[in-house]
T-cell receptor, first 117, second 111 residues
């Protein structure tokens, strides 16, 4: 299989808190992981591409200092939402792609529902 | 800018019906088209298509890519209530392997 684990599954916290979300590929190595954001009844919007051992590539309009991404190993990427505010409330989903080739499907974690009060 | 459009945006059918979902795309350097099913949590992978005209099949679901028409269809036969979900089409068009997603089709299957 290709199992991706994302933790935590939901977070409720106060405005100004920083929140870290972990994404792990459990049974394969993932040189590339992706972070998405999804608003209710909308599709997935790519935030950034995370490459093991190098800096993440952010999509236009995504604040690098706001959404810190670290991909320290071939099985773990983290997204930290710094000083979160209510407008950051959303469903965040990570995905991982097995191997180096681009002709491999992305497999998704179960997502993290973030609610900032 | 890469673009993926799905139709219809929503569909309501009864159990046993057959449905066809559409996906069209405009992508630079097309590499692959993928279909995902999303229920309450994150999307689960259904199919990946790279070659035109070759049907991929899994049980009651099947999909085919038409590179000439820049489109793909996802067919579901003998629908069941468990098929109710959002079906997402995504296209990979860069060497980095990032995907551009369509808006999704919300399928509701009534008993």
């Amino acid at each position: 299989g290709a199992v991706v684990s994302q933790h935590p599954s939901w977070v409720i916290c106060k405005s100004g808190t920083s929140v870290k979300i972990e994404c792990r590929s459990l049974d394969f190595q993932a040189t590339t992981m992706f972070w998405y954001r999804q608003f209710p009844k909308q599709s997935l919007m790519l935030m950034a591409t995370s490459n093991e051992g190098s800096k993440a590539t952010y999509e236009q309009g995504v604040e690098k200092d706001k959404f810190l991404i670290n991909h320290a190993s071939l099985t773990l990427s983290t997204l930290t939402v710094t000083s979160a505010h209510p407008e950051d409330s959303s469903f965040y989903i990570c995905s991982a792609r097995r191997g180096q080739g681009t002709l491999q499907p992305q497999h998704f974690g179960d997502g993290t529902r973030l609610s900032i009060l | 800018e890469d673009k993926v459009v799905q139709s219809p945006l929503s569909l309501v059918v009864h159990e046993g019906d057959t449905v066809t979902l559409n996906c069209s795309y405009e992508v630079t350097n097309f590499r692959s088209l993928l279909w995902y099913k999303q229920e309450k949590k994150a999307p689960t992978f259904l199919f990946m298509l790279t070659s035109s005209g070759i049907e991929k099949k899994s049980g009651r679901l099947s999909s085919i890519l038409d590179k000439k028409e820049l489109s793909s269809i996802l067919n579901i036969t003998a629908t069941q209530t468990g098929d109710s979900a959002i079906y997402l089409c995504a296209v990979g068009g860069t060497s980095y392997g990032k995907l551009t997603f369509g808006q999704g089709t919300i399928l509701t299957v009534h008993p």
